[in-house]
């Protein structure tokens, strides 16, 4: 597995989760490459590199209790923060590269370290779609995110990257400017605390399973 980027692309495309996904492209364009976010390879969109921001524990827990076995099928580069023996092709987002380039580690969620990593690639420009940072998200997370994400979007502007953006974001915006036509639903999340009764998905509740994503004996 070549892990290594390309520098000098057309165009790298960041697809992240928000209602504006269904919005890029289902293929690689030429000269292009997909990066994607966490479980967002369960909607069909072609993805070059997939960057893992969360515990991958956490991803098995709430979104896809086949999160190793899906994402060690893609056989693509999963970058993270941590280091997971059970991932295939593993290796590190280059958050001490990044540092060393810009002098600063605002990070608070895994888009940015996308885009950060983008930049380092000096791609002509960066398109993002379903980074949506939406208020009505209902999150004050997000709030607090679309800081971090529009300094790394600055950043790339004055590195005199081009940056392509969907109406329906208010990532570099004041206002919504589109209403979603022809959207598409995302794949439920169903992950292994789908599986405890509504009832007993509590602090309390919970303590009586006990849940094992993988067999016994494999390592995270």
């Given at each position: 597995?070549?892990?290594?980027?390309?520098?000098?692309?057309?165009?790298i495309i960041i697809l992240a989760q928000g209602p504006s996904w269904y919005e890029a492209p289902q293929k690689t364009p030429k000269n292009?490459?997909?990066w994607?976010?966490?479980?967002?390879?369960?909607?069909?969109?072609?993805?070059d590199?997939?960057?893992?921001?969360?515990?991958?524990?956490?991803?098995?827990?709430?979104?896809?209790p086949d999160f190793v076995k899906n994402v060690?099928?893609?056989?693509?580069?999963?970058?993270?923060?941590?280091?997971?023996?059970c991932l295939k092709n593993n290796f590190p987002i280059?958050?001490?590269e990044i540092m060393n380039k810009f002098h600063t580690a605002f990070f608070l969620n895994v888009i940015a370290y996308m885009i950060a990593t983008a930049v380092l690639q000096k791609p002509k420009k960066i398109s993002i779609y379903g980074v949506d940072m939406r208020p009505d998200a209902g999150n004050e997370t997000y709030s607090n995110e679309k800081g971090s994400v529009e300094f790394w979007l600055g950043v790339a502007i004055g590195q005199g990257i081009k940056i392509i953006n969907t109406k329906q974001s208010f990532v570099l915006k004041t206002?919504?400017?589109?209403?979603?036509l022809n959207k598409r639903d995302k794949v439920p999340q169903i992950g292994l605390y789908t599986q405890i009764p509504q009832a007993e998905r509590n602090p309390i509740g919970i303590?009586?399973?006990?849940?094992?994503?993988?067999?016994?004996?494999?390592e995270i």
């Amino acid at each position: 597995m070549k892990k290594d980027f390309k520098k000098g692309l057309d165009e790298i495309i960041i697809l992240a989760q928000g209602p504006s996904w269904y919005e890029a492209p289902q293929k690689t364009p030429k000269n292009t490459e997909i990066w994607g976010s966490n479980i967002i390879y369960r909607e069909g969109n072609e993805v070059d590199r997939l960057f893992v921001g969360h515990d991958i524990r956490t991803l098995m827990l709430h979104d896809d209790p086949d999160f190793v076995k899906n994402v060690n099928e893609l056989d693509i580069p999963i970058y993270t923060t941590g280091r997971y023996r059970c991932l295939k092709n593993n290796f590190p987002i280059p958050i001490n590269e990044i540092m060393n380039k810009f002098h600063t580690a605002f990070f608070l969620n895994v888009i940015a370290y996308m885009i950060a990593t983008a930049v380092l690639q000096k791609p002509k420009k960066i398109s993002i779609y379903g980074v949506d940072m939406r208020p009505d998200a209902g999150n004050e997370t997000y709030s607090n995110e679309k800081g971090s994400v529009e300094f790394w979007l600055g950043v790339a502007i004055g590195q005199g990257i081009k940056i392509i953006n969907t109406k329906q974001s208010f990532v570099l915006k004041t206002k919504q400017e589109g209403n979603f036509l022809n959207k598409r639903d995302k794949v439920p999340q169903i992950g292994l605390y789908t599986q405890i009764p509504q009832a007993e998905r509590n602090p309390i509740g919970i303590q009586n399973y006990v849940i094992l994503p993988l067999p016994l004996g494999s390592e995270i």
